[in-house]
């Protein structure tokens, strides 16, 4: 309270104290209430994260030109209409990798 113990204090100004230290009660309580609420926490962090991701992509695809957007998708639409050579591609590339890591095991 801000006045001194030994001085009195009229009712009005007690009443105002009082609901005064009842507001700051109520916010320190909505504060830790909102510090136990983990989940709370982790939904704020999710959205968090999906923002910046969501940022991110914008980002690459403004700065991205044109025409390596146009080879990508060159890229991925010759792979799926011929999928045959990719798939040799990628079991040699897998044959590679397991030879180097039989011989790094031997040696």
Same mark, same amino acid.
Do not use: W, Y
């Given at each position: 309270? !801000?006045? %001194?113990?030994? /001085?009195?204090?009229? %009712?009005?100004? $007690?009443?105002?104290? *009082?609901?005064?230290?009842?507001?700051?009660?109520?916010?320190?309580?909505? /504060?830790? &209430?909102?510090? &136990? #609420? +983990?989940? &709370?926490?982790?939904?704020?962090? +999710?959205?968090?994260?999906?923002?910046?991701? /969501?940022? &991110?992509?914008?980002?690459?695809? @403004?700065h991205? %030109? #044109? !025409?390596? @957007?146009?080879?990508?998708? =060159?890229?991925?639409?010759?792979? @799926? =209409?011929?999928?045959? %050579?990719?798939? +040799?591609?990628g079991?040699?590339?897998?044959?590679? $990798?397991?030879? @180097?890591? *039989?011989?790094?095991? !031997?040696?």
């Amino acid at each position: 309270m !801000s006045t %001194p113990p030994n /001085q009195q204090t009229d %009712p009005e100004q $007690l009443r105002r104290e *009082i609901e005064e230290i009842r507001r700051e009660l109520g916010e320190t309580v909505a /504060q830790l &209430a909102n510090k &136990a #609420d +983990v989940k &709370a926490q982790a939904r704020e962090k +999710v959205q968090e994260v999906k923002a910046n991701v /969501q940022e &991110a992509k914008d980002n690459a695809l @403004r700065h991205t %030109p #044109d !025409s390596a @957007r146009g080879g990508a998708q =060159q890229v991925a639409t010759g792979a @799926r =209409q011929h999928p045959g %050579p990719l798939a +040799v591609g990628g079991a040699l590339l897998f044959g590679f $990798l397991i030879g @180097r890591r *039989i011989g790094r095991r !031997s040696a």
